[in-house]
């Protein structure tokens, strides 16, 4: 593996309209943000108006040390998503529709990346439109087959149905979930019994090599085929929960993606994750 692994974030690119001002956001490019600051190369792959807030999206993403190179421009607007925070500082999204992640396009350029990364995430979101949509597969069917292909699947408002879910889970080598989506995710996948059962289940019916599955303030739970790894979530002063999850993802992959041992990358993965949660905005930093 190379000192620096290449990791790239898939989909949504976009505003978070938070009560304090906007920050950048969009969990994909909070996963390269955060893989990055693990020590990887990231990448992000969306796409962006060809207007002033795209213009202003750009130079922040510059700002945070990620390329741009993967950043496509259209005629559709750059996306905002609002979001309110509860009195635990948990967000609830209105996202708006039609924007220009909904038509990333399938290129020459995206199809030399896959080649080269060692991870790629994505989740259902950006899969809400069938253009971006074919993108997101044809990039992660494009992949050399070590790279940990991660579905961070990322529930938003009616966004998503059995079809999309189920197709991603047979895509991905890595399955992230939170305890809202396991329900979901067990419906659709005819999964039954407890929690674990359900993890484990999952693990071996859709042939992944890991599951992460995260509960908030209750801990977070790792399952592979060879161990199982449980942590408690560290007591911290919430300044907002946005883009927390994001974090923990991509610090799990870097360990993993480095060799470091499943207990050791979960540790460092749920310490991130905590520290995000006191800072406001997706990508804090650096760490």
Known sequence: M????????IGE??????PT?????????????????AGCEGFVISAIGS???????MDTLKHLGLSD???QR??????????KLDAGGHPDYTIHEQVAWDHIKFSASLLDLAGELDAVCFGSLAQRNPESERTV????????????????????QKYFNREIILQSIVLADVLKLNDDELPVVAGFAGLSGDVRSQLKQLLSK?????IVYTMGSKGSIIVSLQEDSFIEAPKVVVADTVGAGDAFTAVFIAGILKGQPLSEVHQKATQIAAWVCTQKGATPGPY
Not at 2 to 9: H, L, T
Not at 13 to 18: A, G, H, I, Q, R
Not at 51 to 57: F, I
Not at 206 to 210: H, W
Request: aromatic share 10%; with cysteine; net charge positive.
């Open 2 to 9: 190379n000192p620096k692994p290449k990791v790239a974030g």
């Open 13 to 18: 690119f976009l505003w978070d309209m938070l």
């Open 21 to 37: 001002g906007k920050q950048l956001g969009g969990a994909p490019c909070n996963f390269a943000f955060h893989a990055m600051q």
């Open 51 to 57: 207007d002033d807030p795209g213009d202003e999206l």
């Open 69 to 71: 190179a993967y950043i």
């Open 74 to 83: 259209n005629s559709f607007p750059t996306s905002t998503v609002t979001i």
């Open 137 to 156: 597969v044809s990039l992660i069917s494009a992949t050399k087959p070590d790279c940990l292909k991660v579905f961070d699947i990322n529930l938003r």
């Open 206 to 210: 859709m042939k992944l090599k890991y």
